[in-house]
């Protein structure tokens, strides 16, 4: 495991997390991260893209308007601030990183660095 993503929690629905991602040991500054997540029974479902600038954002149609995706270059870390979370948001969240990407990447198969997963769960 290269990265290591963490954040994870139970909230009540309506409520906020904020999930970070951080890469000891290497950097992927220059290369597109995304987040991802997958529910019990179910594939893994993308969240969102930043490119390798941070100028280019993309978010999964049921997480946009709700989620940011953001990146801080200088400490390496990718974070995802989630908002007004609803109880079909809970899941396993990933954190993933293209090593040969600069631009929006979408398909899980791009990525080829990942971390090891944190669990959200929105209940009342």
């Known amino acids: 495991v290269q990265l290591v993503d963490s954040g994870g929690d139970l909230v009540q629905p309506g409520g906020s997390l904020r999930l970070n991602c951080v890469a000891p040991g290497r950097t992927f500054s220059d290369n597109t991260m995304a987040w991802f997540r997958q529910a019990v029974g179910k594939e893994r479902e993308f969240v969102a893209a930043?490119?390798?600038?941070?100028?280019?954002?993309s978010y999964g149609d049921a997480v946009q308007g709700r989620f940011t995706i953001s990146r801080t270059k200088f400490n390496n870390t990718l974070q995802l601030l989630m908002e007004n979370l609803k109880v079909e948001d809970t899941g396993v969240y990933y954190c993933?990183?293209?090593?040969?990407?600069?631009?929006?990447?979408?398909?899980?198969?791009?990525?080829?660095?990942w971390g090891q997963g944190t669990q959200v769960t929105v209940s009342a």
């Open positions: 930043i490119d390798w600038l941070g100028a280019t954002t």
């Open positions: 993933a990183a293209c090593s040969i990407c600069v631009s929006i990447q979408r398909s899980p198969r791009q990525f080829d660095h």
